[in-house]
């Protein structure tokens, strides 16, 4: 059967597909059998509309295989992959104010920020990916849909599956669940959307995605106080809002107005973050504030609200980031404040 079945494929090289290779290159031969001088095998094309280009061919591999010593019937049947179900993402929110909080999620927790620049995407894939490594289950929803960056810093790129046509199918990276608009769209192309698309893709990316049981969702929101903060808040009902921002007083500004957002929502605030709050030199060690001190610490203390965490700004962080390897999953200083911060939120119930 061996030196047949090589005979035949140095055959069926010879027989070139009509975008380029041939049929044992591609690797479209399936099934072969060879019994009592009859040779049956499959031919599996790619797409449904590439075997309808593949007939003639096909009947070319019928009569290559009948040429062989001592064969006296051929039988060469075409098939091709199904093509998966399209779920297309962007349409009108539907159900009115239904719920659309999936089910089997411990807490649902909002990362948010008043304004862009201040690394919220990258807390909340860090802190995802530390809870995780804690042992809990976790998701990561990216609802920044003007801007979705948690494919890069998740190192993420295929696009997820979607069997029915109906339910997705989310990724895994580093032991977390993501679902991310930048998963499902061209990366190059602008999401040109208005308010009603906006939230209808933010009802189907926590509504119809698989998430299973988890311990903690990671919502990382997109910046300011628009339609989809107002629609996670109002229809998915967060256990809690953590809040980013960057000591100097011009980011506080609008990190002021997010909490003022939640609160009027009767969304829970579990507390601030301070995000870049000092550089420490690799060569001397020294500590630089470059954004300024101490600004949210002062903040939360005057809303009666914990600092959960202040958190450096460094190289390897950012570097980690595009690499799509966020640096929790290592154990340098910001892994284990990452780390540090995990397990707070979790002594609290949040995770």
Request: glycine share 12%; charged share 20%; with cysteine.
């Amino acid at each position: 059967m061996n030196d047949f079945r090589s005979e035949l494929e140095a055959r069926l090289r010879h027989l070139e597909l009509p975008d380029g290779g041939d049929l044992i290159s591609r690797d479209m031969v399936r099934a072969l059998t060879e019994e009592a001088g009859e040779v049956r095998f499959v031919i599996e094309a790619p797409s449904p509309e590439m075997a309808r280009m593949m007939e003639p061919l096909r009947a070319a591999a019928e009569r290559a295989a009948l040429s062989l010593p001592g064969v006296v019937r051929a039988r060469v049947v075409l098939t091709a992959q199904a093509a998966p179900p399209v779920l297309k993402l962007g349409q009108h929110p539907k159900g009115g104010n239904a719920s659309i909080r999936p089910e089997g999620i411990g807490a649902l927790l909002a990362v948010a920020s008043g304004k862009g620049g201040v690394g919220k995407s990258t807390v909340a894939a860090n802190l995802a990916v530390a809870l995780a490594r804690q042992g809990r289950r976790v998701g990561l929803l990216d609802a920044d849909i003007h801007g979705p960056s948690q494919p890069r810093m998740m190192g993420l790129s295929a696009r997820p599956a979607s069997p029915d046509g109906t339910r997705i199918t989310p990724l895994e990276a580093h032991g977390v669940k993501v679902m991310s608009i930048g998963l499902m769209l061209d990366p190059a192309k602008a999401v040109i959307w208005r308010g009603p698309m906006l939230m209808g893709a933010l009802q189907q990316m926590l509504a119809q995605v698989d998430w299973g049981d988890l311990d903690a969702l990671i919502v990382d929101l997109p910046p300011g106080t628009g339609d989809v903060q107002l629609t996670l808040s109002q229809r998915a009902r967060p256990d809690g809002a953590i809040i980013v921002s960057t000591p100097q007083d011009v980011a506080l500004l609008d990190a002021r107005k997010a909490m003022d957002m939640f609160r009027t929502l009767e969304v829970p605030i579990l507390g601030m973050i301070e995000n870049m709050s000092f550089f420490t030199c690799p060569d001397c060690g020294h500590e630089a504030h470059v954004f300024g001190h101490g600004g949210v610490k002062h903040e939360a203390e005057g809303l009666g609200l914990p600092l959960l965490a202040a958190l450096p700004i460094d190289l390897e962080t950012r570097l980690a980031g595009d690499a799509g390897c966020p640096v929790a999953a290592g154990d340098s200083p910001a892994a284990r404040a990452y780390g540090e911060l995990a397990l707070r939120l979790i002594r609290e119930g949040h995770g």
